[in-house]
């Protein structure tokens, strides 16, 4: 399995960007699809975006044309360029892995990284 190290979280203001990434280390070779979840606070952990296993791209309606999601390969990093962000963006970030079926790993999540968005 991979281990994951999240970083780019912080403060901002309504409006303003951040950029958020993920660094992979281990059994990089066998993951599946990449993605970011978010948690705000009482609140369940929902789906932000993804890149599938062709390259997929897939985004929540609520991120869609603000956010983009992006994979190094050669860096082993998975990025979120979050633009025009909104108070309720605010949110405990997540980077999600996949893993390829017939290796029977569960996917697996990072520490989170926090977002927070000032109105």
């Known amino acids: 399995q991979v281990q994951m190290v999240e970083s780019g979280g912080g403060l901002v203001q309504a409006g303003g960007s951040l950029r958020l990434s993920c660094t992979l280390s281990?059994?990089?070779?066998?993951?599946?699809?990449v993605g970011w979840y978010r948690q705000a606070p009482v609140k369940k952990r929902e789906f932000v975006a993804s890149i599938g296993s062709f390259g997929t791209l897939n985004y929540a309606d609520s991120v869609k044309g603000r956010f983009t999601i992006s994979r190094d390969n050669a860096k082993n990093t998975i990025n979120l360029q979050m633009n025009s962000l909104k108070p309720e963006d605010t949110a405990v970030y997540y980077c999600?892995?996949?893993?390829?079926?017939?290796?029977?790993?569960?996917?697996?999540w990072g520490q989170g990284t926090q977002v927070t968005v000032s109105s």
């Open positions: 999600h892995v996949d893993y390829e079926v017939a290796t029977g790993f569960p996917p697996s």
């Open positions: 281990g059994s990089i070779g066998v993951i599946s699809a």
